[in-house]
């Protein structure tokens, strides 16, 4: 759905209020980009549920899109940009990965849809107020599914939180997560249910310790 308005409550100092307040400050309509991750889930949930730690955002131009960064104040550190401390992660679209994640994450890029994302803190004051496209329910749920499986750089931790993300994504919304598989690629949804079964019933990841 677009045009969607979200309220995230969240501190200050938290990744939540620091990141979309970054988000506000990028030019608009200059290179096209989505916001995925940890804050693209918090602003589909309408809530902070779990900690992350950077912006993770896919573009087609994501050359462009570290430049554009760049040019708003970030900083190059390694393979990432800092937004006044906000490591910002510019994912290319569709990039490189196992099974069908390169696809995933040309869908989620293409199916994205504005939200303006307003933080509100711990007295209700504005902490931030960004419009970012956002990838929708759908295009995260597969996101995460082919991560958790596929993805190379994903460690038991990182694959329990993706399979936490998906659970979180699915359960409040049955309906419009439906509709909006529809529309996705067949091989797609084929591969992301292969990657449920793995994830979700034959090997489901566990806490660090247990």
């Not at 501190?11 to 991750?37: E, K, Y």
């Not at 939200?115 to 990838?135: C, F, I, K, Q, S």
């Not at 292969?194 to 090997?203: H, K, P």
Request: net charge positive; charged share 20%; with cysteine.
């Amino acid at each position: 759905m677009s045009g969607d308005v979200v309220l995230l409550r969240a501190p200050a100092d938290s990744i939540f209020a620091r990141g979309f307040a970054q988000l506000a400050r990028l030019p608009v309509d200059t290179v096209p980009w989505a916001l995925v991750g940890g804050l693209g889930v918090a602003a589909r949930l309408a809530g902070a549920f779990r900690a992350t730690s950077d912006i993770d955002a896919v573009s087609p131009d994501v050359d462009d899109l570290v430049e554009m960064l760049v040019r708003s104040g970030g900083v190059r550190t390694g393979g990432r940009v800092r937004l006044q401390g906000v490591p910002v992660d510019a994912i290319p679209v569709p990039g490189s990965g196992g099974g069908r994640l390169p696809n995933a994450r040309s869908w989620a890029f293409d199916t994205a849809t504005p939200v303006r994302v307003v933080v509100l803190g711990p007295d209700g004051e504005t902490l931030a107020d960004a419009n970012p496209a956002v990838a929708t329910r759908a295009a995260l749920v597969l996101m995460k599914l082919e991560s958790a499986v596929h993805g190379y750089d994903r460690s038991a931790a990182k694959q329990a939180t993706d399979i936490y993300d998906v659970l979180r994504l699915i359960a409040p919304a049955l309906a419009i997560l439906g509709a909006e598989l529809a529309s996705a690629p067949r091989a797609l949804r084929a591969d992301a249910a292969q990657c449920a079964r793995t994830r979700l019933i034959r090997d489901p990841p566990r806490r660090s310790g247990t």
